[in-house]
Each structure stands twice: as C-alpha cells, then as structure tokens.
C-alpha cells in the first residue's frame, strides 16, 4: 500500500475484475495484491470493500458495481445469495460456459509450463437446459420456531436455510424431501441436535431419471427412529413413486452425511436407474453421478477418447462400480479395474457379469495392482482413471509412467490438480484433447476429459 499502510478490513478501494476464481468468485488485483470478490464478474468495475485481509490476497465484498458485466443475469432463485449451493447463477450460462474453459486454461498457465495456447481446449459442453438436473439431494434439518426445517448451511456459517424447492434439483427431488419433512413434523419425530445426539440429521432422496423411482434415506444420530413403519407407510402412500424407504445410523459429529449402518423399512434396499444400454441397481450408499444427462455425455467423451479396439487391454482405475470402464471397453479384449473400496469392487464385479463383459476387478490402488499385472504380462493399451479433488496419487503417477500405456484418458474434476498431474506425465505422454464438460451448471465446478497419447 502507498505509503507502506496495509490495508484493513472496512478499506474501500477500486477493483477490475479480471477472471472466475475456482471457487466461482471474481478475482482482481490491487497493488500487486490478489483480490477475491464473491459475486462479481469478469470485466466489472467495482468499489470493493475489504473484508479478510491476509498476507497474500484479499477477501472483499461488493461495495459498488459501477460497471457490470453484459454476461451479469439476474438469479433465478430466490435465496440463492443466502444458500450458496450454487456459486454463478448471476452469470449466463453462455457465460458460464466460457469461463469454466477458463479456468482450465488458468490452472494450466499457472501449473504447468506448456505453451497454452497451442494445447488442443475445446470449449466446454454444456446442457440444452442446465436446470433441474440433479438426482439426489442430502439437506440437513434443523428446528425452527418448533418445527422441523431442511437444507444446507449457507456459506463460511452455522446458518441452516430452509430450503422449499431448489431449481438445480428434479421436481421429484424437491417434492420427496417436502413431503418427508411433513410428514416428520406431524409424527413428532425428534431433530438431532449436538446435545441430545439422537433424533432426525439428515433428510436424502434420490430419483431415477430413466425409472421415476424415487429412494428416501432418513438418517438419525443413534439406531432409534420412533413410528418408522409409520413414516414409510404414510411417504409410500402419499408418493407412489417411492419404493424404497431407507433408515441410516450416523452417530458422531463427522462430515460424512451417512453411517455404517442402514436398514430398510419399506419397499425394496435400492432403486433402479438406467443410463445408455446399462441399467444399476442403487442401494442406499452407492455412488452414482448427480447428472445422469451430462453423465452420457461425459462418458462418451470418455469412449471417444479411449477409442478402444477389439484387441485392446483397458484398465480403470478408481473404477468404483465399473461404469465408466464397462461404458468404454465392453467392447475389449478385457478390461480390469481397482478401488479401494470393496463394496465398489463387489458391485463392479456384478455389473461385469450382468452385461457379460471379459473384465477382471480387485481391491487395492493402482499402484499395486498394475505393476503386479505387468509382472505377469499384462500392459493395458487403454488406461482411464476419474480420481477424485485431489488427483492422481504420487505413486500412481510414477506407476504409469513405468507401465505406459499407449492412450490414457484422464477424467478431472479439479483443474488445479489436473495441471500439476500433466506435467509430471509431460516426459511420456503428448496432450492430443482437452474437453471441458459443464457436470454442474450455476456452480463453479467444471470437469475435463484429457487425451493422452504415449510419445
């Protein structure tokens, strides 16, 4: 600052904003000094007041929006500055869809020492409509003024919204979720609390976009759930579309939304859902991707990109239950997976079988099993892996480097993790495709689906 006097929270101070952070806020400079402004847009000229004042950056607020950006809509949802579920629903989608290729290219400028200009980014695709896309809600329930309320906690805060109806989530979702906590109220059922650790925590539903199926999970903090046959009876009765009615224990204060244990009440332990040619079975806890119509389209970029002949080897790893593996090499000499979680392998392994795919899945990381295969005379032609945030483990990185297949196709769901794994994979493989897929619109995720080519 001039004079050598730091800035203080309360400071009010002109800002350009210059691009979306992660995070979806708009990120500017001022005095060298990185500034991140929830709410503002790429272009906007803004009086920004300091809020958090650290070291190396600034958290600000919006003070005044002297020059908005064309692209700047206005939110469709009424609580949306309240809930913070989603991040960009004051930004068109175009918009959107434009600076999530952004911020791929960002992350790769700032990485990685490739000349990003000359990589192959495609722009992102996105939804024909990018509303009412999710198949599963989790919201939190809390007591308001003697009843029950549901939702998710606003952001940095203890803050439970209430949430009526959310439009990034189905209809059916929505609907579920109101009539649980109706019913709920009218039986009396107990709220969690952190002094009591019994009662009601968390309120999920999941809805098959291809079967109409809908689940409802009720998670409470110990294994008593008063008038349960009650509850299920009065849901099934009241939403037909509901035919399966899941209790889940989760004691303890974590941040995992379910427990070890669950226990069906009524109707069936999963529901069913279709995407493309495979159908799944979805208990409880299964995963499976909250955007089933953006899924096909991620998994065919997927498919597109691994372009697996009949005499290749594919090997997925972080498999889970098998599906993006089995999308892509069904037509494979073989396919073989890993996880780390068992329950995966063993849904990943019926899967296999039911659509009658030459596939082989073990429980461990691929660190270990792919070297042991090599050991034995087996190299994948095709690698695919979808990790999670936090991107391709270290050993993992240096295994595929060793074993070397000739086309990986990563799947990202963090930019800045995917750039510092592309460079370390730079001394083997050449980037032949980057695709950005739009998984969340409103929100300031993006995925990519990179094609690797051994040199």
């Known amino acids: 600052m001039k004079n050598g006097i730091e800035m203080k929270p309360g400071q009010t101070f002109p800002l350009t904003i210059k691009r979306i952070g992660i995070n979806g806020e708009g990120v500017g400079y001022f005095k060298r000094k990185a500034v991140f402004v ?18 190396k ?59 990003v200009e000359k990589l192959p980014i495609h722009d992102t695709i996105g939804m024909d409509d990018p509303w009412r896309y999710r198949n599963k809600a989790q ?9 029950m309320i549901s939702g998710l906690y606003s952001s940095n805060s203890n803050e ?31 709220v969690y609390s952190s002094k009591n650790k019994q009662g009601v925590k968390t309120i999920v539903v999941r809805y098959g976009f291809e ?50 244990v669950s226990k069906t009440i009524a109707g069936s332990d999963t529901i069913t859902e279709k995407l493309g040619e495979f159908e799944y079975e979805l208990s409880a806890r299964a995963f499976f991707q909250l955007n089933p119509v953006q899924t096909k389209k991620l998994y065919d970029e997927v498919k597109k990109a691994a372009n697996v002949k009949p005499t290749d080897k594919v090997a997925d790893a972080y498999c889970g239950s098998g599906t993006i593996g089995l999308w892509v090499g069904r037509q494979a000499a073989e396919v073989r997976g890993m996880d780390t979680i068992a329950a995966s392998i063993k849904d990943a392994r019926a899967n296999a079988k039911k659509y009658d795919v030459n596939a082989v899945y073990e429980v461990g ?52 993790t995917l750039a510092k794994d592309l460079m370390e994979l ?20 993006v995925e990519a689906v990179v094609t690797l080519k051994k040199k």
């Open 365 to 416: 990381p691929a660190e270990k099993w792919l070297p042991a295969w090599k050991e034995k005379g087996w190299v994948p032609d095709v690698l695919v892996t979808d990790p999670p945030r936090a991107g391709l483990d270290r050993k993992l990185v240096q295994t595929i480097k060793q074993i070397k297949p000739a086309t990986f196709v990563y799947v990202s769901c963090n930019p800045s």
């Open 139 to 147: 919201f939190q329930t809390g007591i308001r003024r003697g009843r």
């Open 38 to 55: 929830p709410g503002a847009l790429p272009g906007e000229e803004i009086t920004a007041e300091a809020i958090k004042v650290m070291p």
């Open 57 to 115: 950056f600034t958290e600000a607020a919006i003070k005044k929006l002297r020059k908005p950006s064309p692209d700047r809509v206005k939110p469709p949802c009424p609580i949306y500055h309240e809930c913070g579920g989603c991040q960009l629903q004051h930004l068109s989608y175009e918009g959107q869809l434009a600076e999530k290729k952004g911020v791929i290219v960002q992350a790769l400028e700032r990485y990685t020492s490739f000349n």
């Open 211 to 260: 079967t109409g199926e809908v689940q409802a999970v009720i998670v409470t903090g110990d294994k008593n759930f008063p008038k349960a046959g009650q509850f299920a009876e009065q849901l099934m009765a009241q939403k037909p579309q509901v035919k399966s009615v899941v209790h889940n224990v989760n004691p303890g204060n974590t941040h995992l939304v379910m427990g070890d």
């Open 426 to 445: 730079a001394s083997v493989y050449k980037i032949e495709s980057i695709q950005p897929v739009d998984m969340f619109p409103q929100t300031a995720q």
């Open 160 to 190: 439970l919204v209430d949430i009526e109806e959310c439009i990034v989530q189905h209809h059916a979702v929505d609907e579920t979720i109101h009539q649980c906590k109706k019913i709920l109220n009218k039986l009396s059922i107990p």
